[in-house]
């Protein structure tokens, strides 16, 4: 079994930044791309930023320009720095993992973002 662990998330008000982190079980070479998607109470879950083996980064329109998705491969974790948070941003985050030579995706279990305004 792939393990992904978040931590980070918690309260912050408006403008406020907060940074998540996603240690993984294995190397994260071993993944195609990860990722962090979210989801808000009764909205779809959607993607807000994702990283590629290569290091290749793209965002959702919502997050660009204020979220900065990063990894540290010696750590096996990514990272994701939300700036200037808006209480929009309120959803539990997951961290997603692509493996490189399998179908599939895995997932942690989510951490609360909760952005006061």
């Known amino acids: 079994q792939v393990h992904l662990v978040e931590s980070g998330g918690g309260l912050v008000q408006a403008g406020g930044s907060l940074r998540l982190s996603c240690a993984a079980s294995?190397?994260?070479?071993?993944?195609?791309?990860m990722g962090w998607y979210r989801q808000a109470p009764g909205k779809q879950r959607e993607l807000a930023a994702a990283i590629s083996n290569r290091g290749r980064a793209n965002y959702a329109d919502s997050v660009k320009d204020r979220f900065t998705i990063s990894r540290d491969n010696a750590k096996n974790t990514v990272y994701l720095q939300m700036d200037s948070l808006k209480p929009e941003d309120t959803a539990v985050y997951y961290c997603n993992a692509e493996p490189l030579y399998s179908s599939g995706a895995y997932w942690g279990q989510g951490t609360q973002v909760t952005v006061s305004s």
């Open positions: 294995r190397s994260i070479f071993s993944f195609n791309a």
